[in-house]
């Protein structure tokens, strides 16, 4: 775990987003942004490691039990990150604008090759989730029912 690929991707002289570095982490914090780039997706991201594990969700986290979204795993990022809202300049990576949709503290309960098992407690979701590795960067994000952990 590093963070190369998210420093690669970036001019820091030209965006407002933090550099970083691979740090302690602090707690059990997740984030989901909603990014307006060239098109409108929901980045969810989980503070383990000392860095922020995050995918790219289209259709934004699932509310209902049962549904299942496509989440994209992207490059990791800095814990900073998990406080950045704002604009990235046209010219650069992911240019548009970035809000903090929700966030809040989780809690890992399985964490296996290909899945992670999880229950976020936040301000707007709440309840158990599992991420599912289907194949290359894919996963599908899921929030269960109750009672099914």
Not at 73 to 90: M, N, R
Not at 115 to 133: A, C, P, Q, W
Request: no cysteine.
């Amino acid at each position: 775990m590093n963070l190369k690929e998210y420093r690669q991707k970036r001019d820091f002289e030209g965006t407002s987003e933090p550099e970083g570095e691979l740090g302690a982490t602090v707690g059990s914090r997740f984030v989901v942004h909603k990014h307006q780039a060239r098109h409108l997706h929901y980045d969810f991201r989980l503070e383990m490691g000392g860095l922020l594990k995050s995918w790219a969700v289209p259709k934004g986290v699932p509310l209902e039990p049962g549904v299942r979204r496509l989440a994209v795993q992207v490059e990791d990022h800095p814990i900073e990150y998990i406080d950045f809202a704002g604009v990235i300049p046209e010219g650069q990576y992911g240019a548009g604008t970035v809000e903090i949709w929700d966030r809040g503290q989780f809690e890992l309960s399985r964490q296996a090759p290909g899945r992670l098992e999880f229950t976020l407690r936040g301000e707007k979701l709440s309840g158990d989730y599992v991420l599912i590795h289907t194949d290359g960067k894919n996963w599908l994000l899921i929030k269960r029912k109750a009672g099914t952990g």
